[in-house]
C-alpha cells in the first residue's frame, strides 16, 4: 500500500464539524482511499472511500483533492462518540486480493465538551 | 448490522501454553483476517485467508501461528506456546469480496496476556 501522512493528533469541540487530513501524494491512478477509525477498546471501523469524486455517506464525507495527492474526512457535526484515531489507507484496486490493511500511526482525533 | 464477533473478549495464559482465539465473521463474507495490536503501537496485519488456505502473511506469523476454518462459521488463530510478547489485542476482520473497495469488518477483538 503507498504511503499516507497524517497529523499526529487533532483536537475539536463538540457539535463542530472536523477536518482531518491526509496526504498521499504517492497515489497511483488505481488507489482507492480508505478511511477507517478505531474507537477507544474497540476493533478498526470502516468510515469511507473514495476513488476520484468527493463521497458522502452517514457517517462522514469525504474530499478528494483533483490532483488525488490529498484528502480530507469530514465529521460534519463532531460529537464525543467520535473521539477515535482515523486511519488513512490506500488501497489499489488493480490489486485488491486477499491481502491485508496496512495501518499507519492515524490521527488522534480529542473532542472537547 | 451482521457484525463479526470474537471470543473470549480477554484471555490469560501462562508462557509457553497453546490458546486458541475465536472469531464468528459476517455469514456471506469470503476473505478472514487477523490482525494484532500490541498495547499502544499501531495495528498489524498478522494473515489473510480465503477458500481455506492462507492467501498472505506477514513475518509476524511464524511457526508459532496457525489459522483454521473448522467448520462453515467460524476462524480460529491458534498459537503455539506463547511468549511474553505475544501479548496483544487481536482482531478478526472478514470482508465480502476481493474488491479494493470492499471494507474488512472488524470485531472488537481479544486481549490476550501472556504471563
Known amino acids: 500500500d503507498a504511503k499516507t501522512t497524517q497529523p499526529n493528533s487533532m483536537e475539536s469541540n463538540e457539535e463542530e464539524p472536523v477536518h482531518l487530513p491526509c496526504n498521499h501524494s504517492?497515489?497511483?491512478?488505481?488507489?482507492?482511499i480508505h478511511w477507517y477509525r478505531q474507537l477507544p477498546s474497540q476493533g478498526p471501523e470502516y468510515v469511507i472511500h473514495?476513488?476520484?469524486s468527493n463521497v458522502n455517506n452517514r457517517m462522514a464525507s469525504l474530499a478528494i483533492a483533483e490532483d488525488r495527492k490529498s484528502s480530507t474526512l469530514i465529521l460534519h457535526r463532531a460529537t464525543l462518540r467520535d473521539a477515535a484515531v482515523y486511519y488513512c489507507i490506500l488501497r489499489d484496486r488493480s490489486g485488491g486480493g486477499a491481502d491485508g490493511l496496512t495501518f499507519g500511526k492515524g490521527t488522534h482525533l480529542i473532542i472537547q465538551p | 448490522e451482521p457484525e463479526v464477533t470474537q471470543t473470549p473478549s480477554h484471555q490469560v495464559t501462562q508462557m509457553g501454553q497453546e490458546v486458541i482465539l475465536r472469531c464468528v465473521p459476517i455469514s456471506n463474507h469470503l476473505y478472514f483476517y487477523w490482525y494484532r495490536q500490541i498495547l499502544g503501537q499501531k495495528v498489524e496485519f498478522l494473515v489473510s485467508?480465503?477458500?481455506?488456505?492462507?492467501?498472505?502473511k506477514s513475518e509476524i506469523f511464524d511457526d508459532q501461528f496457525s489459522v483454521e476454518r473448522p467448520d462453515g462459521s467460524n476462524f480460529t488463530l491458534k498459537i503455539r506456546s506463547t511468549k511474553l510478547e505475544d501479548s496483544a489485542m487481536y482482531f478478526c476482520a472478514s470482508r465480502l469480496s476481493y474488491r479494493a473497495n470492499s471494507p474488512l469488518h472488524f470485531g472488537n477483538g481479544t486481549r490476550l496476556t501472556v504471563t
Open positions: 473514495g476513488l476520484t
Open positions: 485467508f480465503y477458500n481455506n488456505e492462507i492467501s498472505e
Open positions: 504517492t497515489i497511483s491512478g488505481t488507489d482507492y
